[in-house]
């Protein structure tokens, strides 16, 4: 299976901007994405193929991939930011991968 | 607007079959992917299989062969069936619409949470 690795948990205050990395084996290669899950909730789709965002997520959102790394970035972060972000790696032959999944908690 | 719906027994014996359904409403089954995915109580969330009306399915490796997918176009649902079961397969399990247009799960079901335990 493919592995993703995340850092366990990130804080910022609110109005600085949070970054979540997603490291895995030549990442570049596969689409990746990011999803926003808050407890008791399905998750939500934040940022695809790498670097774009689905209709209803704010421009704070944004994400990119080189290499071995995927990174989201939300800038101005706000209460609401506080959740747990997972990334995933998509393509045929790895399957649907997740990462572990990062804490992001506003101070 | 699409919906899902997961449906299933919330609690299953060590050892049994534990089989879900996902209705699908505002969407065809026919018109995308779909996978099933899961989240262990204080855990992170696990992708365990797509599959695709041609047939396509894939399925994650660390499960061995116990996963079962399927869609059903008379009924527009999806199902899973996970054989075998332990302590270790509790998780609130989530149905979702796959999407290669976006390489990732546009739309997910409130997902339903399944106990293994005699």
């Known amino acids: 299976s493919y592995d993703l690795t995340q850092p366990p948990s990130v804080s910022v205050s609110p109005g600085q901007t949070a970054t979540i990395t997603c490291s895995g084996d030549n990442l570049e290669n596969y689409y990746t994405c990011w999803y926003r899950k808050k407890p008791g909730q399905s998750p939500d789709l934040v940022i695809y193929r790498d670097n774009k965002r689905p209709s209803g997520i704010p421009d704070r959102y944004s994400g990119s991939n080189s290499g071995n790394t995927a990174t989201l970035t939300i800038s101005e972060t706000q209460s609401l930011d506080e959740a747990d972000y997972f990334c995933?790696?998509?393509?045929?032959?790895?399957?649907?991968?997740f990462g572990g999944g990062t804490k992001l908690t506003i101070l | 607007q699409v919906q899902l719906q997961e449906s299933g027994p919330g609690l299953v014996n060590p050892s049994e079959t534990l089989s879900l359904t996902c209705n699908v409403s505002g969407a065809s089954v026919s018109s995308s992917y779909w996978s099933w995915v899961r989240q262990p109580p204080g855990r992170g969330l696990e992708w365990l299989a797509y599959?695709?009306?041609?047939?396509?399915?894939n399925f994650n490796p660390s499960l061995n062969g116990r996963v079962t997918i399927s869609l059903d176009t008379s009924t527009n649902q999806l199902s899973l069936k996970l054989t075998s079961v332990t302590a270790a397969d509790t998780a609130v399990y989530f149905c979702?619409?796959?999407?290669?247009?976006?390489?990732?799960?546009?739309?997910w079901g409130q997902g339903t949470l399944v106990t293994v335990s005699s």
């Open positions: 995933q790696a998509w393509d045929s032959t790895i399957g649907r991968a």
């Open positions: 599959t695709h009306y041609s047939a396509s399915t």
């Open positions: 979702a619409r796959d999407q290669p247009v976006y390489g990732g799960f546009d739309y």
